[in-house]
């Protein structure tokens, strides 16, 4: 071994580590773990299991893994069968569905008794286990369950089918959703045992804390941040407000803007703009009102990472934590036509170093109106490594009628298909229409309800009038726990064939992606052995090829303080 590699070596014996990170508390880290929200999941891949039609038409209902086809006679069904560890960060059905009572077994690890044996009723009602409020949430015409379940080695998800009359409607038929991401061998410690120990119990506490309090930021205070206030200025037609301009590293905690008394004109013409780095393009660009979700008749809110009316009253909020490696420049650019008042702003950011697997936080908003044969509305392509983590979508048609609900989303992570969902209201965790059919009496917000506000999910604005031309559907949905990771690319659309023509479709979709990483000779987003190779090749080269991969401090010399920057990158196996 060489003198170079003996050194690295040691250095990554001393200090590097290699092995998938251990779950502690399977699920409930991942919402409680602020700063992972923006961290790759190395090796995970997330998927759905759903009712969607296998044929391709719209009988999203009683579809399974096993029996093939639409089943209509009361029969046993496989939902889904995974063979590799894993959790479930989330079950919907929608309200009258699960008041149904269909059953619900849980086989864990190649078990042929059910550990989880109950019904969909049960676990909505909150008479299942732990299983209670807020975790179990009843919005909209829907009901999800975000307690997680975990499973060491594999899971088989099975229920019993309702008979279906041959025509018409019933209310047994089968919707469901169960989205879960699997993991390499050995990251989840213990499946799901019905009891938690008292550090799940702890981790638990926290994350009801969190969905019992949103708004609050998610981490919580830090007394090492740094506050950039920016006061009340009003921003003429074609200019920018600079509200930060930060040389790295470091991460951004809090973003806030009020603007007091704001038309829809004014809210769309203001567009939040941030820029990492040395890149040529902002990795967000979008105007105010669909980044906050502001405006439009839309309902005050809030939600986790995101919101419109912050407990202290500074506005519109942003908690996703905004990784950058070496600068970030945050600006309020105007336009408009005409001046555009702005009652205060702040950035907090944390300085310090970034761990290789941090993403940058990208956004991107795109509207379209539909064209006649037009089948999708595409809402993301992007190539790289990352994952995705939720999603605003606007809708809005010259109809009395609410059929542009019924497309389904669709995502494709490294060229295959992941997510099949069943509709759009179900996507986001509605149902029915957001219960203006089928209306269930029972619901927190009443019969169709206008808005109901959910700490992931939520509408902000529905509504229409028999008679008249006008439908509108304003909706989000985070991915925090069941963020959808993909290796090379990831594409997100949603049909939207069943709207009119000249239907408004827009959607802004939030995704984290891996800048490129320094020394990555082989360009797959790690510091590893490979890369450590092309390295020691280039150990003291003054070559351009290799001052382009290695020379990381820019002094015109691969040498020891590149070896240092490379150690605190290297992620291993050695």
Same mark, same amino acid.
């Given at each position: ?84 560890? /894993?959790?479930?960060?989330? *079950?919907?059905? $929608?309200? !009258? %569905?699960?008041?149904? +009572?269909?059953? =619900? ?20 009602? /909150?008479?299942?286990?732990? *299983?209670?409020? $807020?975790? !179990? %949430?009843?919005?909209? +015409?829907?009901? =999800? ?294 209306v269930q009496g029972d619901e927190p917000e009443g019969p169709r309800p206008q808005a109901a506000i959910r700490p992931l999910h939520g509408i902000l604005y529905v509504h229409r009038e028999t008679g008249v031309a006008l439908a509108r559907a304003d909706q989000y949905r985070w991915c925090i726990g069941e963020r959808y990771p993909f290796s090379e690319s990831i594409e997100i659309r949603i049909e939207n064939k069943y709207s009119v023509v000249g239907a408004k479709w827009t959607s802004v979709v939030f995704w984290y992606q891996q800048p490129p990483v320094p020394a990555d000779a082989d360009g797959d987003g790690d510091l590893d052995l490979a890369d450590f190779a092309a390295f020691q090749g280039c150990f003291g080269a003054t070559t351009a090829d290799c001052l382009e991969l290695f020379d990381l401090d820019s002094s015109e010399a691969v040498d020891l303080a590149d070896l240092a920057a490379f150690h605190d990158g290297f992620t291993g196996p050695w």
């Amino acid at each position: 071994m060489s003198w170079l590699k003996r050194t690295v070596a040691a250095a990554l014996l001393a200090g590097g580590s290699a092995t998938p990170a251990v779950m502690a508390a399977p699920g409930y880290e991942d919402y409680t773990s602020w700063a992972d929200w923006a961290r790759l999941r190395v090796g995970a891949r997330a998927g759905l299991a759903s009712s969607y039609d296998r044929s391709g038409a719209n009988h999203d209902y009683s579809w399974y893994e096993w029996p093939e086809g639409l089943q209509k006679t009361e029969t046993p069904a496989i939902i889904r069968t995974i063979n590799s560890p /894993g959790v479930v960060y989330r *079950f919907w059905m $929608p309200h !009258v %569905t699960a008041d149904c +009572g269909f059953m =619900v077994r849980m086989f864990f690890d190649g078990e042929q008794t059910p550990r989880i044996d109950t019904t969909s009723d049960a676990v909505y009602d /909150g008479a299942f286990s732990y *299983f209670t409020s $807020p975790l !179990v %949430t009843t919005c909209a +015409g829907g009901q =999800v369950c975000y307690e997680p379940i975990p499973f060491a080695h594999s899971l088989r998800i099975e229920t019993v089918n309702h008979e279906l009359p041959d025509s018409g409607w019933s209310a047994h038929r089968h919707y469901y959703q169960y989205s879960y991401v699997t993991f390499a061998e050995g990251t989840v410690p213990q499946s799901y045992t019905g009891t938690l120990s008292a550090e799940q119990q702890q981790a638990r506490a926290r994350m009801v804390e969190l969905f019992d309090n949103p708004g609050e930021h998610p981490a919580g205070d830090s007394p090492t941040a740094v506050l950039l206030s920016t006061p009340g200025t009003v921003i003429a037609p074609g200019d920018a407000l600079t509200l930060a301009e930060v040389t790295g590293p470091g991460t951004i905690r809090r973003l806030t803007v009020r603007m007091d008394g704001a038309t829809d004109e004014q809210l769309g013409a203001l567009h939040l703009v941030v820029t990492y780095d040395d890149e040529p393009a902002a990795a967000i660009d979008v105007a105010v009102s669909d980044f906050f979700g502001a405006g439009h008749q839309r309902a005050p809110y809030r939600s986790l990472p995101l919101g419109t009316d912050s407990p202290d009253g500074e506005g519109f909020y942003c908690y996703w934590p905004m990784p950058y490696r070496h600068s970030v420049s945050v600006a309020l650019a105007n336009t408009g036509a005409a001046a555009i008042p702005v009652d205060a702003a702040a950035v907090e950011y944390e300085p310090g170093p970034l761990a290789t697997e941090s993403c940058y936080l990208r956004v991107h908003a795109f509207s379209d109106v539909r064209e006649p044969g037009q089948v999708y509305h595409p809402m993301l392509s992007a190539a790289g490594r990352g994952h995705y983590v939720g999603s605003l979508l606007y809708l809005e048609q010259a109809s009395d009628q609410f059929n542009m609900l019924e497309g389904d989303e669709v995502v494709c992570a490294d060229g295959m298909e992941v997510i099949s969902g069943t509709g759009t209201e179900d996507a986001y965790n509605g149902g029915y229409y957001y219960n203006w059919v089928a209306v269930q009496g029972d619901e927190p917000e009443g019969p169709r309800p206008q808005a109901a506000i959910r700490p992931l999910h939520g509408i902000l604005y529905v509504h229409r009038e028999t008679g008249v031309a006008l439908a509108r559907a304003d909706q989000y949905r985070w991915c925090i726990g069941e963020r959808y990771p993909f290796s090379e690319s990831i594409e997100i659309r949603i049909e939207n064939k069943y709207s009119v023509v000249g239907a408004k479709w827009t959607s802004v979709v939030f995704w984290y992606q891996q800048p490129p990483v320094p020394a990555d000779a082989d360009g797959d987003g790690d510091l590893d052995l490979a890369d450590f190779a092309a390295f020691q090749g280039c150990f003291g080269a003054t070559t351009a090829d290799c001052l382009e991969l290695f020379d990381l401090d820019s002094s015109e010399a691969v040498d020891l303080a590149d070896l240092a920057a490379f150690h605190d990158g290297f992620t291993g196996p050695w």
